[in-house]
């Protein structure tokens, strides 16, 4: 009977007195690390939806008070904002699948004995990791390949980068190659080894590159900053940028638009450097808050596999 009731024990109750402690502790230890890395965006959210003047007090720090959403009415009033989502919006989408695209042809094409100078043109990208030409030089070089004020130069300086062409190069090599050798037996050539064989299987490693990617992307401001003139080829990020910057003269003159304040009411909407700035905020990071738990697993998973090889 003692040996039937041990048996039919759950493995909570066989746990020692030292691993329930060690579960416990490991617990308290990733809640209080989860609300590390979760309140900062609370806290942007709430500010950015609560009484300005409380918010410009730093009153409010767990619940919202006075909630409104004037500040995103007039923060998405602002002059040039949707053309500068749009910049934005277009340059993470067409920048992103170029990238994976290139990404995973070089990637494969570098495991490939058959490429002429294969370890030359592998070392020869890997090397641009270590030594950059500088802001200056690099300027000079697109405004001679004519892309000063040229939406492509957000596009064309990334779509080749050695970080993820590692990555999926790294992959590919755990792949058996057996696969290929069995393809190429039944007379497939490089492009359909690559499109109908590789590039399927390659779908975690490829999810991380378009993560880190898009994020690059649509988070970059500094190339807007060095290489464009033309407002109307500004990102969101640039624009919301300057905006952040210029938060003082930018409430001043939203309050002074809309008139004069006779009540409590409209003294707690109008805008403030503290509103205008928590409400950008919220603005250019919940897009990529939203879209990048869709990516998590093969994130996770291309990491994993595209770190090992075998």
């Given at each position: ?18 691993e ?75 920048g ?24 030359f ?7 641009t ?9 690099m ?27 590692i ?47 898009a ?6 401001f ?51 450097p ?25 994130f ?11």
């Amino acid at each position: 009977m003692k040996n039937n009731h041990s048996k039919s024990s759950s493995p909570a109750q066989q746990r020692t007195r030292g691993e329930k402690v060690y579960n416990i502790f490991n617990i308290v230890f990733f809640l209080v690390v989860t609300f590390i890395c979760v309140y900062p965006f609370y806290y942007l959210l709430i500010n950015s939806i609560s009484n300005n003047n409380l918010s410009a007090a730093g009153a409010i720090r767990w619940l919202p008070a006075g909630i409104h959403l004037g500040n995103y009415k007039e923060v998405f009033g602002l002059e040039g904002l949707p053309q500068a989502a749009l910049v934005s919006l277009a340059r993470t989408v067409i920048g992103t699948v170029l990238t994976v695209i290139a990404s995973a042809y070089l990637g494969f094409m570098f495991t490939q004995q058959q490429m002429w100078h294969r370890s030359f043109w592998y070392r020869f990208i890997i090397v641009t990791m270590y030594f950059t030409a500088g802001i200056i030089p690099m300027f000079i070089t697109m405004k001679n390949y004519g892309l000063t004020n040229n939406f492509w130069v957000y596009i064309l300086p990334v779509i080749v980068q050695p970080f993820n062409i590692i990555l999926v190069k790294t992959f590919i090599e755990s792949i058996p190659k057996s696969l290929q050798e069995a393809a190429e037996m039944d007379g497939a050539g490089t492009f359909t080894v690559f499109g109908k064989i590789i590039l399927p299987m390659c779908t975690p490693i490829l999810a991380t590159v378009a993560i880190f990617t898009a994020v690059g992307q649509w988070n970059s401001f500094q190339d807007t900053l060095i290489y464009m003139t033309d407002s109307k080829l500004y990102s969101l990020q640039y624009l919301l940028y300057t905006y952040i910057n210029q938060a003082n003269s930018l409430a001043a003159s939203v309050k002074a638009s809309g008139g004069s304040a006779v009540n409590a009411a409209a003294m707690a909407t109008q805008q403030t450097p503290t509103s205008i700035r928590m409400t950008v905020s919220v603005i250019v990071v919940l897009p990529i808050l939203f879209i990048y738990p869709f990516f998590q697993r093969f994130f996770v998973k291309g990491m994993m596999l595209g770190a090992v090889k075998g």
